[in-house]
């Protein structure tokens, strides 16, 4: 399947393969920026907000997000508002949009996912 045509199934929230080899390469990109976020340590915030803007669809003013932080695209589908904090070991399964408002605290160990994987076996398989 063509990169493409993942993406596309993938937004509009249809079956597609996750192991898709063009998806990996794509995704592997925006993975890098998230490795790089949880290795800065808490005194270079400025260097840890420039990395939330860039690996955000958006994100407002005075947002921070606690490391560890999971993401499937590091956030690259995900909108903040103004004012988020996010605790520790927050986990974004961002396959398709998260939207977040304004002044939203999230707790410890928080996950929000948007995608899922086919329940039946059948539909897992390739042919």
Avoid at 28 to 40: D, M, R, T
Avoid at 67 to 86: C, D, E, I, M, R
Wanted: charged fraction near 20%; glycine fraction near 6%; include cysteine.
């Amino acid at each position: 399947m063509e990169l493409e045509e993942s993406l596309q199934r993938m937004y509009n929230e249809q079956l597609y393969y996750a192991d898709d080899p063009s998806l990996g390469v794509e995704q592997g990109l925006y993975l890098e920026k998230l490795f790089h976020y949880n290795q800065l340590p808490p005194s270079k915030r400025a260097e840890k907000q420039a990395l939330l803007n860039e690996m955000f669809a958006a994100i407002g003013e005075d947002c921070y997000i606690e490391t560890p932080f999971h993401a499937n695209w590091s956030g690259k589908h995900v909108y903040f508002g103004h004012h988020v904090y996010a605790n520790f070991n927050l986990t974004l399964v961002d396959d398709c949009a998260i939207r977040v408002g304004n002044y939203v605290m999230f707790g410890p160990n928080v996950t929000v996912a948007t995608g899922t994987h086919p329940i039946h076996p059948a539909l897992r398989q390739k042919n």
